[in-house]
Antibody
């Protein structure tokens, strides 16, 4: 069974940093393009960024609002995806979902999400 | 960036009746590889989204056949042939043809 478990969400002050993790199991992690999607309270879905697999160059793309502040990485030996978030703003408050592309699309399987609250 | 526009934003439906959601993109979603990376997601209240349809019209594993997708280029449609109670929630289209990937605003389906 495919499982994606996010962790690391917390309350942080504006300007602060946080690192989210996503532990994957039930599939070959090193073969999956991985994506972060966020959802602000009561709002729609917003793409944060995506990391390809190594044989596809490991290319990483980011949404404009987070580029230069957020960094996506992966550790295939640990089956874990990361999202390093720096210089956090109040508008980054959201539930952050880890999403795996397993062959059909880039949105095949979703974690339960982890809540990040940026507030003074 | 490609803008995805869904209509309607709210859809009250009667159980057993059909429902239809439209998604229009600001530019063609046909990729250089010939595929059109237009997907449909469903999010029930309090739950993460789940994939329903990928590449316009392909039902994902486990998705009931009352769900179907169609369209081409810039105009796409998700249809539910007979709405069931478990179909309530918000439906999103999302394009993965071009970065940044972009979502529609979401269409809330509720039972009348």
């Amino acid at each position: 069974e495919v499982q994606l478990v996010e962790s690391g969400g917390d309350l942080v002050k504006p300007g602060g940093s946080l690192r989210l993790s996503c532990a994957a199991s039930g599939f070959t992690f090193s073969n999956a393009w991985m994506t972060w999607v966020r959802q602000a309270p009561g709002k729609g879905l917003e793409w944060v960024g995506r990391i390809k697999i190594k044989i596809h160059g490991g290319t990483i793309d980011y949404a404009a609002p987070v580029k230069g502040r957020f960094t996506i990485s992966r550790d295939d030996s640990k089956n874990t995806l990361y999202l390093q978030m720096n210089s956090l703003k109040t508008e980054d408050t959201a539930v952050y979902y880890c999403v795996a592309g397993l062959g059909a699309s880039e949105y095949d399987s979703w974690g339960q999400g982890t809540l990040v609250t940026v507030s003074s | 960036d490609i803008v995805m526009t869904q209509t309607p934003l709210s859809s009250p439906v009667t159980l057993g009746q059909p429902a239809s959601i439209s998604c229009r993109s600001s530019q063609s979603l046909v990729s250089s590889d010939g595929n059109t990376y237009l997907n449909w997601l469903h999010q029930r209240p309090g739950q993460p989204p789940r994939l329903l349809i990928y590449k316009i019209s392909n039902r994902f594993s486990g998705v009931p056949d009352r769900f179907s997708g169609s369209g081409a280029g810039t105009d796409f449609t998700l249809q539910i042939s007979r709405v069931e109670a478990e179909d309530v929630g918000v439906y999103y289209c999302v394009q993965a043809t071009q970065s940044p990937q972009t979502f529609g605003q979401g269409t809330k389906v509720e039972i009348k």
